[in-house]
């Protein structure tokens, strides 16, 4: 029927290009440039080849020959359509049309496509005999490449092809030495491929028997035999093994570009009969690759058991060989998480648990720095070190903290692991030196190890650590937590809180509750020596032998620095000894860490709070109150002095006459003695130069002691204005001659510094107030205002200058903007509402002011023009916006009012801290103290008592702290974190199991090769719609949702 409809369409289609003069209607291809002669040789239909054929004939010879050659877009000719699909008949029929009518049969049969494949490479894909005979007698040539430079025997070795192969290895052409090995582009002889992909031992016995050489190598060095182990043929193997050229050259142990072996890559892979085989026929089971791994080395790592087994029954050695690092096969299973593998080493193999690698690590080192919980329990099992320290003290559990592996972390530590080990590398300057566990813990972002080494029995000695900031400043766990892990920090706070330890009842007296400081107040102390070999403050203890607590555990445990009642020992190590260090160390201390981070719940904590109450009631009060009131004396004293003191302008002639003192003379004493010799000086003053002087001069000398401890650093602000103030009230007051001692008259220039000093001193008691936190907080909103004022000052300055300029040039002729300098001030003034209109612009109507130039308006309608504009850019615009300005900046100090209290109560304490010498300070640093929130019986004596026992806090507010109950959204994000660690936990137990399943359909695949049993009913009964794939689906699709 398809030839029939064929041929009424080739029919009908040739009447009407008759009468068009048109015969191309057979050559229309489709989009893929294939004709229908190209879609007929495909579907193997000899008769509508016929038809077509037939038809082209009609057209002219011409018009046959590029019929017949025409290429679609892969430049496939229907000749290489007709052979890919076996198609004998058709391939006869094309071959016979074109050699009878002599199309050029040679291009024909050797035309390549965009592969540079003739149609004998198909040919020799299909295994067709008759059709490579068919192409041959025709022309083909036999030694013809493709684009891989492959021939007819790399294509029938490839495909497995045995026939074919043999029929072409029985041609003279085919059977030289030179086409048996030639190459391909990857250096494959057709005797190598016959060893890949399908496990067909003819081809290789075929190749062989011609005298195929199996030394040849690819281009990766790898031989016949190679290529045979690797595709894990074993029939193919088998052969090739049996050869005698192969057995005599020992191909056996060739290796490839990366020295591995057959044998090698059998035990990677895990073929067991593959192994067994190549062992049989002498394989050495000790040849090593370019990293010096054993075949038991990659048999290990891979996990694969049966195979270290059969290695192990060679020779036990093979458990202690090492590579190039140093790893033995304990190691390469340890990283790999093979925990059956070393269970069966350190049985069958009797391998050392001990054995070290080049970086000093231990199998259980191996296994903590990449998880492998089941790894580490088994080497534990086995009688391996908790704690075997490397070159740089590098233990386990450093490595589980550092990668984070909680479960590895916890293991180590049930185990008596120590997380007090410190990391010591030769170079001090490394950022890693004398971190412990928890540092690298907390370094690393890992939450869940930080908190699970601080819920350990160790976690005082994991916090006891010391290392260098980036800055070069003391760094700590604790600072490290406030500053990334505020949350665990916060845990930290809470066992550092000890509460009712005796159990007494919650309305007992003595109920107490105890503070630990050791960690939250440790500037004064050195818990580990600082880079560039400077001892520690406590012992450290260190052996060299490379065991088991052998490494530097150099850990300070409070009996080291406390003595029996809690206080700092004389001989403990201080960190900071000299005033400007205590200060720098204070500057890091952990409370002003959380200040700078804005830690505000951490501020608010019962700790931090006990710290503060601590230091203000032992030391703070007294230098801070004892400070303001000297200076309270001291400002007393002045502002009475330059009250009482008459100015000098009292005193000049032209105001004064009865005294008739020249004014700015030098003089001015000398002039009023003489003018009235009975004038002396108000005792007020007289006494307050006694308490000015020297209290100016203490001030001064605290000052200049100041400096010698804090040196560059010194210099800020608020030192700068202690040393003016004093400075100048010194020279204010001080006589110069015998007539001011008299008199108290001081001079011009005396008087002008004198109302700076005091301007400057009672400024500077704002900065006394501003420690208070109840006043506090309103200079800080100044402050913050003061600060956008300054940022914007520049363009409010702009607008001044600009109306300035344009006022003084209009109305320079009045007085008020009669110089440049009244008229920017006279502008400012405006500003702020005082535009004197009636004086600038309605003066000049006064019958008294008609012709006085000092009056005049010379340019009235610039003037108002000008003026009209001022009042709503200036007073309207610009001063509306300063005022939006200051709001923001006041809601902004407002709603971190709680903070900023807070951070003024650290500052505070800090700072008065910070002027106490080392020597005195320390005397209040204590190890923990002790408070009974419950009302004493001794408070009941009487309204006094209970005055001077007043109540830091009592015992619910202290646990409602402690313990405070969470808000609605609170405990939304708590359920959130809990989801969050959930759903982690089973991430990773889905990865486990998914490669579990991996290693399970490893190996059974490996059983159902080697049992021949057929691979697509295995893959149907893999594909089981009983089986659990769509729960998989379902747990998969369920956890990306959640």
Known sequence: RKAGAVRLLLQTSASAESELGRRDYLDLGETSGQTALHLACSESDADICGQLLAAAEAAGEGFLKRFVNKKDVEHVTCLHCAVEHGAVDVVEMLLQKVTSGQLGIGAFVNATNTAEQTPLHLAARTGNIRLMELLVQHGAKLDAVDATRQTVLHKAAFFAQPSLLANLLERSEMARRSSLDCRDREGNTPLMLASTEKDDPECARLLLAKGASPLCTDGQGRTAVYLATHWYNRQVLQALLDHPAVRDARIIDESDAANNS?????????????????????????????????????????????????????????????????????????????????????????????????????????????????????????????????????????????????????????????????????????????????????????????????????????????????????????????????????????????????????????????????????????????????????????????????????????????????????????????????????????????????????????????????????????????????????????????????????????????????????????????????????????????????????????????????????????????????????????????????????????????????????????????????????????????????????????????????????????IAFSSMAKTLLKTSVMMIGEFEYTSIFDEQFNPDNLYSPDSQVFYDASSYLVFAFFMVVMSIIIMNLLVGLAVDDIKAVQEQASLKRLAMQVELALDVESVLPAKISRRFVLRSEDYYPNPHHTCQLGFINRLLYRKWMSREELNAALNPELNEWERIYQKQDEMEISIASMKTKMKDFRATTYRIEAMLTAVVHKLGINQELAHSLNNDPGDDSADDKEMEKLLVEL
């Open 262 to 814: 057959p044998l090698h890559v059998a035990c990677r892979n895990g073929h067991v009969d593959i192994v067994e085989l190549l062992l049989e026929n002498g394989a050495d089971a000790e040849a090593k690759n370019e990293d010096e791994e054993t075949p038991m080395h990659l048999a290990a790592q891979a996990g694969h058991l049966q195979v270290v087994r059969r290695l192990l029954k060679i020779n036990l050695s093979l458990a202690f060989d090492e590579d190039e690092d140093s790893n033995t096969p304990m190691h390469m299973a340890a990283l790999a998480g093979q925990a059956r593998i070393c269970q069966l080493l350190i049985e069958e193999g009797k391998a050392d648990v001990n054995a070290r690698n080049s970086r000093g690590w231990t199998a259980l080192d191996c296994a903590a720095s990449k998880g492998f919980t089941n790894v580490a329990r088994t080497l534990l099992e086995n009688d391996s070190p908790t704690d075997p320290a490397d070159k740089s003290n590098v233990t386990p559990l450093f490595l589980a903290c550092q990668g984070g592996h909680v479960d590895m972390a916890r293991l180590l530590l049930r185990r008596g692991a120590r997380a007090a080990t410190r990391i010591k590398y030769s170079n001090p300057e490394s950022p890693l030196h004398n971190c412990n566990c928890l540092d690298a813990a907390i370094d690393n972002g890992h939450k869940k190890v930080a908190l699970t080494l601080l819920s350990s029995s160790q976690w005082k000695e994991a916090l006891r650590n010391e290392t260098i900031g980036e800055k070069g400043q003391k760094d700590t766990p604790l600072r490290k937590l406030i500053r990334k892990m505020p949350t665990i920090a916060e845990r930290v706070f809470d066992k550092c809180v000890e509460i009712n330890k005796e159990r007494r009842a919650p309305e007992d007296p003595d109920y107490r509750v105890a503070f630990n400081y050791e960690f939250l107040d440790d500037s004064y102390i050195r818990w580990s020596g600082t880079r560039g070999g400077v001892g520690g403050g406590c012992g450290s203890k260190s052996d060299d032998s490379g065991s088991e607590g052998a490494s530097d555990h150099s850990e300070c445990s409070a009996s080291d620095i406390y003595d029996s009642s809690g206080r700092l020992k004389d001989s403990a190590n201080v960190a900071a000894t000299g005033g400007g260090a205590v200060r720098d160390s204070l500057k890091n201390h952990p409370l002003m860490v959380m200040v700078k981070t804005k830690r505000e719940d951490l501020l608010l904590h019962p700790l931090v709070a006990a710290l503060l109450r601590h230091k203000w009631t032992a030391f703070g009060r007294w230098v801070y109150y004892l400070n303001l009131l000297l200076y309270a004396v001291f400002l007393t004293a002045f502002t009475v002095y330059m009250l009482c003191t008459p100015p000098t302008y009292r005193f000049y002639g032209p105001y004064y006459p009865e005294y008739n003192v020249t004014p700015r003379a030098a003089d001015e004493c000398q002039q009023v003695q003489r003018a009235n010799p009975g004038f002396r000086q108000h005792e007020a003053p007289a006494v307050a130069v006694w308490l000015i002087v020297p209290l100016g001069i203490l001030f001064l000398l605290k000052e200049v002691g100041q400096v010698f401890m804090n040196r560059l650093k010194y210099l800020n602000f608020e030192n700068l204005m202690d040393w003016s103030i004093f400075t100048l009230a010194i020279v204010t007051v001080i006589d110069f001659n015998e007539c001011q001692r008299v008199t108290g008259i001081r001079t011009y220039w005396q008087w002008n510094v004198g109302a700076i000093g005091i301007l400057v001193a009672w400024l500077n008691l704002v900065l006394f107030i501003r420690k208070m936190p109840r006043f506090g907080i309103y200079v800080v909103m100044f402050t913050d205002v003061f600060a956008t004022f300054s940022r914007f000052f520049l363009v409010f300055f702009l607008f001044v200058v600009s109306f300035s300029l344009t006022f003084f040039v209009l109305l320079q002729n009045q």
